[in-house]
């Protein structure tokens, strides 16, 4: 149950004097608005900072008001100039004076007695706004303040600026907002007193209410204690939730895997290469966690082609020499089948059992695989996220193998999870993620890198061409066709629009179609898994010489002869996208290239994030740079990802914050695991103000 002191905040912003129905609609396009309501929640409001301020503590005198500067001026009104009768357009003039100089304050459509009154003549009034000087002469235009001197503490000297949304104004917001932290209660102190004194924390309301009442620049600056410190509760909460999955996982007690290595001898024989260091080391680390009497959790971490397939192998095969069965899950039928085709071989020289599951996988032979793999008669099953469903149960499910796990979240880590009572995980992805993503995101999980590549790898040339050039790309296309080159032509991210990419990639397959003197295919998203295995087949077997293709064949598709990689737009795909693309060429033996096409004018952004794809081949580092160019959210994609549901932390700025949130989170779950203490009572709190639900769902199940 969550702690009724929250219960003000969690209400709809409606039950806020000033906010009807229609402003709470509005104020949905600004805030998050919860999956069972309509608009957002108090909370929304109270979280929602201001980005900047209006200063009006410059108060130079008339004459010295510089051009368009906000300035606060002590005058005397001197005479009102109304409209002339029936011509509105001209604007109502009030005139007024200090010691340095004469003002106009002009009114547009403005109600003749409404300024009587507010400006009456003779009186000395505080007005604060833009000034604009026209022909030698100084007006302001609706001043945003006019008090007479009596009220002088009326005239916010400094105003808080927040990101605002059509329909709703600034003084709405505000004091909505004002509203809103109204009911924001004194909560527990949930955070260690010496890392808030160190840090020079104040309390939890305090800091929100002095973030809305910022006296200078310093005050909405992102390292002040203020906002550091709701970061860093943002940042704990994630942490502490992330901790209590991964212990609820270790809790439900691991086995001991521990071959004798005879089965992966065997792979290693069958694979015939030396594993590079970084396979080896990952090996070990795997093999540790295997041998311990805890579940493995473990991330593997590895670039493009730096083989990740053979480590997850060969660490199923531990596992299967102790006579456990292990899973593979890809987030795609297309690498479902890929890994099916590339670990088949190996498994079964090595004498496994090995099958595959998909939604393809219909009928009888479905059936076939379901009985045996009850009955233990099945090694390794392979398969999509159809392996979630139960009608799948294993006879002893000791390993499961997650590739490209960001897309899947961690709700569904647990799922298959518990298709084996105490087996071990292993996720493996191959985006190269910035570390500060790696704790956000998985940060319940052990990390093994593979960092460097098999041998004989070859750089990929990479260039950036403007679109104007296409007819050249395409002519060189023509080319490298009649050489005998293969290659993949990417097609335009035509907005997140499945029919318009098809329609874009089907226009560019016809025009190609007419230019290259051999057979090309053509594979998108709306296509069956079969039409799309076949079209890749053929592609990788060489019947198609040129692949157009939506970003479908994005991930891990091997077709080691492909030398050529021409991507359409490339100014509208994130880095980690572009890189994945380009890994798909430089597998084989021969030198590749990738052509980025881009439309001009490109944006700075743009530009460099293109440099970069020039400039080098190692994705950790294009993944470091695409965060600090465009921020968490792009990178793992919105949905898919808690990382993009910070409201008041910013990883690339606070990301010495998140190192400590994560110490803090062990420790607590070290010594308060269920949350009992004082601290830990506040610290649920804390877990349901930041909606932490799978933390709090574990909670709950004691
Ligand atoms: P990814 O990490 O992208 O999944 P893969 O596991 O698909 O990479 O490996 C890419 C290619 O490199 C595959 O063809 C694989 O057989 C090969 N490979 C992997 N490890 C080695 C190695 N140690 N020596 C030689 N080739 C290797
Ligand atoms: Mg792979």
């Not at 009154?117 to 505080?126: A, D, F, I, R």
């Not at 001898?265 to 290469?273: M, N, P, T």
């Not at 198609?544 to 077709?559: C, H, P, Q, S």
């Not at 290239?593 to 081949?617: D, F, N, Q, V």
Request: proline residues 6%; glycine residues 8%.
């Amino acid at each position: 149950m969550r702690p009724p002191v929250l219960d003000p905040l969690f209400a709809p912003v409606s039950v806020v004097d000033g906010i009807g129905p229609r402003i709470a609609k509005l104020l949905g396009n600004l805030l998050p608005v919860p999956d069972a309501m309509d608009e957002p929640r108090v909370l929304g409001l109270a979280f929602h900072l201001p980005h900047s301020i209006i200063d009006r503590r410059k108060q130079p005198g008339i004459a010295f008001a510089p051009e368009g500067a906000i300035v606060t001026l002590k005058v005397r009104i001197d005479r009102h100039q109304p409209s002339p009768r029936g011509r509105s357009n001209v604007p109502y003039r009030v005139f007024a004076h200090d010691e340095t100089g004469e003002i106009a304050l002009v009114f547009f459509h403005a109600k003749a007695a409404w300024l009587e009154k507010s400006l009456p003549v003779g009186e000395t009034m505080l007005v604060s706004g833009r000034v604009e000087w026209f022909n030698g002469r100084p007006n302001m235009v609706h001043p945003d303040h006019m008090v007479s001197e009596a009220n002088a503490a009326d005239l916010p000297l400094v105003e808080p600026v927040y990101p605002l949304t059509a329909g709703v104004t600034p003084k709405v917001l505000r004091k909505a907002v004002l509203s809103a932290l109204e009911r924001v209660p004194d909560l527990a102190e949930w955070d260690d007193p010496h890392l808030a004194k160190r840090q020079g924390f104040e309390r939890f309301r305090a800091s929100l209410v002095n973030l809305h009442a910022p006296r200078d620049e310093a005050d909405v600056d992102l390292q002040n204690p203020f906002r550091r410190r709701l970061a860093y509760d943002e940042l704990l909460a994630g942490q502490l939730a992330l901790g209590m999955v991964r212990r609820k996982m270790k809790k439900s007690a691991g086995r001991v895997f521990k071959g004798d290595g005879a089965i992966a001898d065997r792979i290693r024989e069958a694979f015939g290469h030396d594993l590079t260091e970084a396979q080896e080391r990952s090996l070990l680390e795997i093999g540790a966690d295997q041998e311990k009497p805890e579940r493995m959790l473990r991330l593997l971490q590895g670039d493009v082609g730096s083989g990740k397939t053979i480590v997850a192998l060969l660490a199923m095969a531990s596992v299967i020499e102790t006579g456990a069965q292990a899973a593979m899950m890809a987030p795609t039928e297309i690498l479902a089948r890929q890994h099916f085709t590339s670990i088949g071989p190996l498994a079964e020289a090595a004498g496994l059992r090995i099958r595959i599951l998909t939604g393809r996988e219909k009928g009888k032979a479905r059936e076939d695989t379901l009985a045996a793999l009850s009955a233990g008669e099945i090694d390794i099953l392979v398969g999509t996220h159809a392996l979630f469903q139960d009608s799948v149960q294993f006879r002893d499910l000791g390993l499961a193998v997650v590739d490209e796990q960001h897309r899947f979240g961690v709700h569904q880590r647990l799922l298959l999870s518990a298709k084996g009572q105490h087996s071990d995980m292993l996720v493996m992805t191959a985006t190269p993620i910035p570390r500060t993503l790696v704790l956000t995101a998985y940060g319940d999980m052990d990390v093994s890198k593979l960092d460097t590549k098999p041998p004989g790898r070859k750089p990929v040339h990479t260039v950036t061409v403007p679109l104007g050039r296409l007819d050249e790309v395409v002519e060189r296309a023509r080319n490298a066709v009649a050489a005998g080159q293969k290659i993949y032509w990417i097609c335009p991210l035509v907005e997140e629009n499945e029919d318009l990419k098809v329609a874009s990639a089907e226009e560019r397959f016809d025009a190609l179609k007419k230019v290259i003197n051999a057979p090309i295919g053509l594979v998108h998203g709306r296509m069956k898994g079969d039409e799309k295995d076949a079209v890749m087949r053929a592609f990788k077997q060489g019947d198609l010489r040129l692949l157009v293709a939506t970003t479908v064949i994005e991930v891990g598709v091997d077709v080691p002869d492909a030398t050529i990689m021409v991507i359409e737009h490339a100014e509208r795909f994130g880095l980690a996208q572009l890189h994945q693309l380009r890994g798909r060429v430089g597998r084989g033996s021969d030198h590749s290239s990738c052509l980025l096409l881009y439309k001009e004018p490109l944006g700075e952004i743009a530009h460099a994030r293109l440099a970069i794809m020039r400039e080098t081949e190692d994705g950790f580092r294009i993944a470091e740079e695409d965060l600090r160019l465009r921020g968490e959210g792009e990178i793992l994609g919105t949905r898919q990802s808690g990382a993009a549901n910070y409201r008041l932390a910013s990883l690339a700025d606070h990301a010495d914050l998140l190192e400590i949130a994560r110490d803090d989170a062990r420790l607590i779950i070290e010594i308060d695991p269920d949350l009992q203490s004082e601290r830990g009572k506040a610290l649920r709190t804390l877990l349901y103000l930041f909606e932490r639900d799978e933390a709090i769902r574990l909670l709950r199940a004691g």
